[in-house]
């Protein structure tokens, strides 16, 4: 991976140049806002707080187990805080820490402290904007829907990327980025270590294009080339794999008060680099939406497709699909209502764990509601209930889950 490695070392003596010009990429703009609008100015500090507070109250089933269920009251809190340092308004510094003590009535076991932190120095000229990009975080939790216990997960990684201003309301990007992910050694339904499983690395090169139809929509094309290496040779033999992605979509302002998110919808080709090992050609996609309809009416919808590494036998993935949709209703200025709903599907491409002849294959449906009451200007605290159930063609496999409790939002 020589030209990413060029490409960084570019990017990073960019940093260091000096000009007077305006931000007039979208990229620029949009990260003026946010130092701008920031709550907490200390000296040349500009910083955004806010506090974790989320699924604080009784789990029905924390290990997400099909016979013996184990109840708890849980809670998940802790401080967090980006704060901005601007150099010229044009070299910005900027840092996201939020250290969350996870808490379990009686499964003392399972209480933890989880530790997210990010960082990027970023220069905004007028018709370029560049990024140099770290990460680490240090968690346990429960990764996906596959995975029914919470293995602690050490992520690091770093990425850089350039845009570049053409004419016409179009730009393009370059972008690379690299994360390293190590489990602790567990194992898991007694055949699985994790750590010898999941351990690899991950990296990435896109090329995009962009045209800006409005100050709120973005069109955009994306093409992406991914390389998987995993660490333990037993899992390499079977997991290295590399693959190629082409996307379109739309993406609108995270600061419309209309519409938000963006739809991106593409398709991968994941080539296993292993002789006999199954290969995945098929749609993908990562879509979220918000629509106010009308003043007290809002819409979300969403569309999640991928490969997900799996654990389950010799299956290197597995294919996740999960739409959802949702509603909110705001009643008075300080209450609101939600609910949302979502389906998916899990599907294995090897047999394993059910006999000589079947493939796992998973189904499992959300329902979840909430009422939010107001308690700053864009701040809502939230008493909320949900139902997770999954079924399986494997008996083993199914399990269902409620939850009640409350948490804190930041969009209200």
């Given at each position: 991976?020589?030209?990413?490695?060029?490409?960084?070392?570019?990017?990073?003596?960019?940093?260091?140049?000096?000009?007077?010009?305006?931000?007039?990429?979208?990229?620029?703009k949009d990260l003026e806002i946010k130092w701008h609008d920031a709550a907490w100015h200390w000296?040349?500090?500009?910083?955004?707080?806010?506090?974790?507070?989320?699924?604080?109250?009784?789990?029905?089933?924390?290990?997400?187990?099909?016979?013996?269920?184990?109840?708890?009251?849980?809670?998940?809190?802790?401080?967090?805080?980006?704060?901005?340092?601007?150099?010229?308004?044009?070299?910005?510094?900027?840092?996201?820490?939020?250290?969350?003590?996870?808490?379990?009535?009686?499964?003392?076991?399972?209480?933890?402290?989880?530790?997210?932190?990010?960082?990027?120095?970023?220069?905004?000229?007028?018709?370029?904007?560049?990024?140099?990009?770290?990460?680490?975080?240090?968690?346990?939790?429960?990764?996906?829907?596959?995975?029914?216990?919470?293995?602690?997960?050490?992520?690091?990684?770093?990425?850089?990327?350039?845009?570049?201003?053409?004419?016409?309301?179009?730009?393009?990007?370059?972008?690379?980025?690299?994360?390293?992910?190590?489990?602790?050694?567990?194992?898991?339904?007694?055949?699985?270590?994790?750590?010898?499983?999941?351990?690899?690395?991950?990296?990435?090169?896109?090329?995009?294009?962009?045209?800006?139809?409005?100050?709120?929509?973005?069109?955009?094309?994306?093409?992406?080339?991914?390389?998987?290496?995993?660490?333990?040779?037993?899992?390499?033999?079977?997991?290295?794999?590399?693959?190629?992605?082409?996307?379109?979509?739309?993406?609108?302002?995270?600061?419309?008060?209309?519409?938000?998110?963006?739809?991106?919808?593409?398709?991968?080709?994941?080539?296993?680099?292993?002789?006999?090992?199954?290969?995945?050609?098929?749609?993908?996609?990562?879509?979220?939406?918000?629509?106010?309809?009308?003043?007290?009416?809002?819409?979300?919808?969403?569309?999640?497709?991928?490969?997900?590494?799996?654990?389950?036998?010799?299956?290197?993935?597995y294919v996740e699909s999960h739409p959802g949709a949702g509603v909110s209703l705001y009643l008075?200025?300080?209450?609101?209502?939600?609910?949302?709903?979502?389906?998916?599907?899990?599907?294995?491409?090897?047999?394993?764990?059910?006999?000589?002849?079947?493939?796992r294959s998973d189904e499992y449906s959300i329902h979840s509601g909430g009422v939010y009451f107001?308690?700053?200007?864009?701040?809502?605290?939230?008493?909320?209930?949900?139902?997770?159930?999954?079924?399986?063609?494997?008996?083993?496999?199914?399990?269902?889950?409620?939850?009640?409790?409350?948490?804190?939002?930041?969009?209200?």
């Open positions: 991976m020589r030209r990413p490695k060029i490409l960084i070392c570019g990017l990073a003596l960019a940093l260091a140049v000096v000009t007077t010009a305006s931000a007039e990429t979208w990229k620029g000296g040349p500090f500009h910083v955004q707080p806010q506090l974790v507070i989320s699924n604080a109250g009784v789990d029905s089933n924390i290990f997400f187990s099909p016979n013996q269920p184990v109840k708890d009251y849980t809670i998940t809190a802790g401080p967090a805080a980006t704060v901005y340092l601007p150099i010229h308004r044009k070299f910005v510094l900027s840092a996201y820490g939020s250290p969350q003590y996870l808490w379990y009535s009686e499964t003392k076991t399972e209480r933890t402290w989880n530790y997210y932190f990010k960082g990027a120095a970023q220069l905004s000229l007028k018709n370029i904007f560049f990024s140099l990009e770290g990460v680490y975080s240090d968690a346990r939790q429960r990764w996906n829907t596959e995975i029914d216990i919470r293995p602690r997960q050490k992520e690091a990684g770093y990425g850089g990327s350039a845009l570049v201003k053409l004419a016409w309301k179009t730009s393009f990007s370059l972008g690379y980025r690299s994360v390293k992910y190590n489990y602790e050694s567990i194992v898991y339904g007694d055949n699985f270590d994790v750590r010898e499983k999941l351990n690899r690395q991950e990296s990435y090169a896109n090329l995009s294009f962009f045209y800006q139809a409005s100050t709120q929509r973005r069109f955009f094309l994306d093409f992406e080339y991914g390389k998987y290496e995993f660490e333990f040779a037993t899992q390499a033999a079977i997991g290295d794999a590399q693959s190629g992605a082409a996307y379109a979509g739309l993406e609108f302002s995270q600061l419309g008060r209309r519409v938000r998110g963006r739809i991106r919808i593409g398709y991968k080709s994941y080539d296993v680099r292993a002789a006999d090992g199954p290969d995945y050609q098929g749609i993908v996609g990562d879509s979220q939406l918000w629509i106010r309809l009308a003043k007290p009416f809002v819409v979300r919808a969403s569309y999640i497709r991928n490969v997900q590494f799996s654990l389950w036998y010799n299956n290197p993935y008075l200025r300080f209450l609101r209502l939600d609910y949302d709903y979502s389906i998916g599907r899990n599907r294995y491409p090897e047999v394993g764990g059910g006999g000589p002849d079947v493939k107001r308690i700053r200007k864009t701040v809502g605290l939230g008493f909320i209930a949900s139902w997770w159930a999954r079924n399986s063609n494997l008996d083993a496999e199914d399990d269902k889950r409620t939850f009640f409790g409350l948490n804190l939002t930041y969009d209200f």
